[in-house]
């Protein structure tokens, strides 16, 4: 079974400042892989997500991630924050070798934006 | 507008109360989900309809029933709650049950038991 890891509880960065978010996760093969972001009182919207290709994949919102097989990790970044993009994030990893669609979510990291 | 719309937003119920939550989707997706959040956890998958066939129950309690009648709506049953089961309850739903298949949340309802 696959999981994930996000070390990073919570993060705080100055608007306009660039953000990274960090994610680990624990699987056998090359898992599918998808970032999502929380706003407060809203559901989660996915922002990107990984099967296979080009390594650095582009998502919504100026957001982009890498994939590194070596370090299983799937780091989400974005050049330059705007106050908008406080909210909650959270990786996910899927398995490819099932038709069930079942993710598995890491705890998440709240990013506030300072001003 | 998520395409994905659930109801009530809010709901506080005692522990001998029976209520439902409901989920309606307008994306036209065959497969619909059932989560459970709680605050620094990670989400935590309850039930998972595919073609309205119920294809994962992942331990959950009895006292969480679902029902899903169609492609586009589905419910949660609630009866005999505990503390524990306070938590935003999200819905998802999603082209079909691949892998491939990117989901699509609603807005949860936040649930806290009495």
């Known amino acids: 079974a696959q999981s994930v890891t996000q070390p990073d509880i919570h993060i705080t960065v100055s608007e306009g400042a660039s953000l990274e978010l960090r994610c680990n996760y624990s699987y056998g093969a090359t898992p599918y892989l998808f970032w999502y972001v929380q706003s407060p009182g809203q559901g989660l919207q996915l922002l990107l997500k990984?099967?296979?290709?080009?390594?650095l994949v582009q998502g919504i919102k100026g957001f982009e991630a890498e994939f590194k097989r070596s370090q299983s990790s799937f780091n989400l970044r974005k050049p330059s924050v705007h106050w908008s993009d406080a909210a909650e994030y959270f990786c996910a990893v899927g398995s490819p070798f099932s038709n069930d669609y079942k993710l598995s979510f890491g705890a998440g990291t709240t990013v506030t934006v300072r001003a | 507008e998520t395409g994905v719309t659930q109801t009530p937003r809010h709901l506080v119920m005692g522990m001998t109360n029976k209520k439902s939550l409901k989920c309606e989707q307008h994306?036209?997706?065959?497969?619909m989900y059932w989560y459970k959040q709680s605050a620094k956890k990670p989400l935590e998958l309850m039930f998972v309809y595919n073609f309205k066939e119920q294809t994962e129950n992942n331990s959950v309690p009895s006292r969480f029933s679902p029902e899903c009648p169609n492609s586009s709506h589905l419910f949660l049953h609630l009866h005999t709650l505990q503390p524990e089961d306070s938590a935003l309850y999200l819905c998802?739903?999603?082209?079909?049950?691949?892998?491939?298949?990117?989901?699509?949340f609603g807005n949860g309802t936040r649930l806290t038991v009495t």
């Open positions: 998802a739903s999603s082209q079909d049950g691949t892998g491939t298949s990117p989901l699509h």
């Open positions: 990984y099967f296979s290709g080009d390594t």
């Open positions: 994306l036209g997706h065959n497969a």
